[in-house]
């Protein structure tokens, strides 16, 4: 047997601790020799296999197509996205089934497409962004599954896809997202799917977790059983995330009877305390949330939750886990020069070794959960010389608060700085056999300018039996180590890049159409719309709408070509009423439309001469024969006749209108007038209606009497 052999105290992750004896503590190196823990041999072995890193934040903001992907596990709230375990279109419409979660989860906060923060309507339709709704109709649907143990099917997917697709694909266990998106007209689809088939992600509220402390039969209060995961309550509280991944198949596969439970209720006591932040506002010490894949290497999803918490997971006498909760806690061991056998301190002043200040990043769950910078603890620039390591950055995926970040800052700053010390202790000296499950120890040798100090342990308590002598390493650390004044020490976090807001294809200004002529074949003229507007950029171009007011042709468009600033139609029927308006387009996008403008068409603008030899005969009672003779213009169309009571024609009225060639002699006999003395007024006009004033081409008839 070897004179020395590490202590099985399985201190996990203590910040200083060197990855690779976190690593082995936790993997239990010294079980899988002495066959301690069931799962240190497979442990062991897993140390030299690269396993996928631990997704990052920003990594969800994506759906993965693959065969076979690692299930996904959520633990707090979090925004990501999901795996494809179906996609298909039928009938115009797209079905996207994508699980979030490879199993139960509490709730689904929030749904995004593309990055834009998506609002349902009680059937799922997605009303904002408001392009994916027109006119009340939502092209997009989402609906979810939250995971249960028995989950029922999509009906819409079953009923669309019978064939492949049944009611017994529930997927049971796990949180999923339906999906569904409707084709739509070309010229409208890059109006609502500007940024092509949406990308789903969602924020959720990730898995039920046990609480000791709500455990009746643990020494807590309430219903939590650890063999009934029903039980169980969403958390943020990152001491019981620990707990459930190193009792979880996909962490550490122990039993919660292994755990011993009331280090684990204290630990959340203390990531439950409250804390003030820079606003004085009040937030929790440790929460968070964060997600992984179960083919991620637990110990480095282990020491996530341990760096964000304060952890330190611990194998205790009696062979339970422990943990240390991330609190001063006051050391019960004390050394002295009498019990020790020698001691070494660095007191870590070399330059080039000096961390001037550090640099912070973390989750923030107000801006959409991205990633940010926070402000940098320390002072980066201070002139040391160049071979000064200045900063450090410090960045954890389940940190989702500034002040959080900052208190890790903090301790990573003091840490990095702290002195170093080195002590061999007498095995046999009283309290010294505690020291592998201990965090927090007190040594007093003034020789050595130690007096009373706390040092915190950083690396494995390591035993030699052959000499009865323990020998450890740590720092030199305050008892204030936690303190933290959000008000003085709490920097201000950087400003984030704030995407502006796509204002689309802007509107057409300074719209002007206006009726134009030209002379046609057969020497006719014939109107038409010529429609200018103001240059805005060489890549638009331009669509004008026109309809005559009656309806009675329907919609008509024309197009400009790109960078031009006018546009005209065909040819317009005479003499009609057009309402017409106009739209840029640009990048397969619209803009919205102008608004309405009324133009009346006028193919020919000049008026033909007078009628003459007006006269009116009124030997008929009860009515009038009005008599003329067509003026000699190749434009003549038709006369008009007015008629009053008095000698006013802007208050006449017109009472009939008769078509006939130029220079004919015509009339036309108005009928049902009442006895009395009326005026007459002839107006001849042309095919386009003009004059449209009947006083710029009158010809009177004077006053006659009706009998």
């Known amino acids: 047997m070897p004179g020395i052999i590490d202590s099985i105290a399985l201190i996990v992750s203590s910040l200083a601790t ?35 890193k631990v997704p990052k934040p920003d990594d969800g903001s994506y759906n993965l197509k693959q065969s076979v992907p690692s299930l996904a596990y959520v633990l707090g709230r979090t925004k990501k996205g999901g795996d494809y375990v179906f996609l298909e279109e039928k009938n115009g419409t797209a079905y996207h089934i994508i699980v979030w979660a490879g199993h139960r989860i509490h709730a689904f906060v929030s749904h995004y497409l593309h990055d834009d923060k998506a609002t349902l309507n009680v059937d799922g339709g997605v009303t904002e962004p408001g392009h994916y709704d027109k006119d009340g109709v939502s092209f997009v649907h989402i609906k979810t599954r939250l995971g249960l143990n028995a989950e029922t099917a999509y009906s819409e997917v079953v009923t669309a896809f019978p064939t492949i697709w049944n009611n017994n694909c529930r997927g049971d266990g796990l949180a999923s997202v339906l999906m569904t998106c409707r084709t739509v007209d070309q010229k409208e689809f890059m109006d609502v799917y500007p940024n092509q088939m949406p990308e789903h992600s969602a924020v959720g509220d990730g898995a039920l977790l046990y609480d000791p402390r709500k455990d009746s039969t643990q020494g807590g209060s309430g219903s939590h059983r650890y063999t009934n995961p029903n039980t169980w309550e969403f958390s943020k509280n990152l001491a019981l995330m620990r707990l459930w991944h190193l009792c979880h198949p996909v962490g550490g596969k122990m039993a919660y009877e292994n755990m011993h439970l009331p280090d684990w209720a204290n630990a959340a006591n203390v990531c439950d305390q409250n804390v003030t932040n820079r606003s004085g506002g009040i937030e929790k010490r440790y929460h968070g949330g964060f997600w992984f894949r179960a083919s ?51 007191k870590n002043k070399r330059r080039a070794n000096t961390v001037l200040g550090v640099r912070g990043r973390y989750v923030n ?50 840490r990095a700085n702290a002195r170093k010390v080195s002590v061999v202790a007498d095995y046999t000296a009283e309290g010294v056999r505690n020291l592998p499950y201990r965090r927090f120890v007190t040594v007093h040798y003034p020789s050595r300018g130690l007096a009373e100090a706390t040092i915190e342990i950083t690396s494995s308590v390591t035993i030699d039996l052959r000499n009865m002598r323990v020998s450890f390493a740590g720092i030199i650390v305050s008892p204030s180590l936690y303190a933290f004044n959000a008000a003085t020490e709490e920097g201000e976090p950087g400003e984030s890049v704030e995407p502006l807001p796509d204002e689309g294809v802007p509107q057409p200004t300074d719209f002007d159409p206006t009726i134009q002529t030209e002379v046609v074949s057969g020497g006719a003229t014939a109107a038409f719309i010529l429609a200018t507007w103001d240059f805005v950029d060489d890549t638009l171009t331009y669509e004008m709408e026109y309809d005559r007011t009656s309806g009675s042709t329907g919609v008509q468009s024309v197009f400009s070509q790109a960078g031009e600033t006018q546009v005209r139609s065909g040819y317009l029927v005479d003499g009609e009423e057009y309402q017409v308006r106009l739209r840029a387009w640009g990048g397969g996008t619209k803009s919205d439309w102008t608004d309405y403008v009324l133009l009346t068409a006028t193919a020919d603008p000049v008026s033909p001469a007078p009628v003459t030899a007006v006269s009116v005969d009124v030997s008929t009672p009860g009515q009038a024969e009005f008599g003329w003779t067509a003026p000699n213009s190749s434009n003549y169309f038709a006369c008009r006749i007015y008629i009053n009571t008095v000698d006013d024609l802007g208050t006449a009225t017109l009472v009939a209108t008769e078509y006939g060639p130029p220079s004919a002699t015509d009339l036309r006999v108005v009928t049902s007038l009442a006895a009395g003395t009326y005026y007459g007024w002839l107006v001849a006009i042309n095919p386009s209606g003009k004059p449209t004033n009947p006083a710029d081409n009158d010809v009177a008839t004077g006053a006659f009497t009706v009998t």
């Open 18 to 52: 060197a990855t690779w004896a976190a690593n082995a503590l936790y993997l239990g190196t010294y079980a899988a020799l002495a066959g301690g823990l069931a799962f240190g041999a497979q442990a062991l072995q897993g140390m030299f296999v690269d396993k996928p």
């Open 296 to 346: 991620n290497d637990p110990i480095e999803v282990g020491r996530i939750m341990d760096e964000a918490a304060e952890l330190v997971v611990y194998e205790r006498a009696d062979g339970k886990i422990g943990v240390h909760a991330g609190e001063f806690v006051t050391p019960d061991v004390r050394l002295t020069a009498e019990n020790t056998y020698s001691i070494r301190v660095d």
């Open 365 to 414: 769950t107000a801006k959409d959960f991205i990633t940010e910078d926070a402000a940098i603890y320390g002072d980066p620039y201070a002139v040391v010389d160049d071979n000064t390591e200045r900063t450090r950055t410090f960045e954890n995926a389940a940190i989702q608060s500034h002040n959080h970040c900052q208190r890790k800052q903090k301790l990573t700053y003091i």
